[in-house]
């Protein structure tokens, strides 16, 4: 049975042009993070998806500040004791690491407004789901004022995000009209 698929199938290939004239496609590969720096009204965005979500919200006059404020997820530390491993990246020489200070973790969002924070985050990188988790618990256990957290990752959810922001905004105490810093 398995022959006569063969045999079909061959049959049809012969009817096709040969390979030779055919154009090979090849394929660039995409790496993690794609995103282009854009500069708009002397800021330098990371990615187009950030200069769109500043554009949106200057066109709505919703105040918020673009990388305005840096938390700490994690304080730094000494470690103690002895580590044998490789570097971050799982490349160098596999040796003690241990007997040193820990960097502290940082997160700095992209949009910051009086009720609300945004990230734009067309594609995430390998480290930032575990950074936003952290960010998440650290505004739960320092019981920072009420955030609505946003993270459009395309320009639609980006109006999406500006609708909804400003749907809020009729809630707020002491609503402001300042437009975008």
């Not at 040969?18 to 720096?37: A, F, L, T």
Request: glycine share 6%; charged share 30%.
């Amino acid at each position: 049975m398995r022959s006569c698929i063969y045999k079909k199938q061959k049959k049809s290939m012969k009817h096709r042009a040969p390979r030779s004239n055919m154009k090979k496609k090849y394929s660039r590969k995409k790496g993690p993070v794609r995103s282009k720096k854009v500069s708009i009204d002397g800021i330098n965005f990371a990615s187009g998806l950030e200069k769109h979500m500043y554009l949106a919200l200057k066109k709505a006059k919703i105040p918020a500040i673009y990388e305005g404020e840096t938390f700490e997820l994690q304080q730094a530390f000494d470690l103690p004791f002895e580590s044998y491993e490789c570097q971050g990246n799982g490349k160098g020489e596999y040796c003690n690491r241990g007997n040193k200070k820990i960097l502290n973790i940082k997160y700095t969002p992209d949009f910051v407004g009086k009720h609300f924070i945004i990230e734009c985050k067309g594609r995430a990188n390998e480290a930032f789901p575990m950074r936003w988790k952290l960010f998440k618990k650290h505004i739960a256990e320092n019981k920072l004022e009420p955030f609505t957290l946003y993270k459009p990752q395309n320009q639609k959810q980006c109006d999406e995000t500006i609708r909804l922001i400003l749907e809020k905004q009729k809630q707020w105490p002491g609503k402001s009209t300042q437009s975008v810093k």
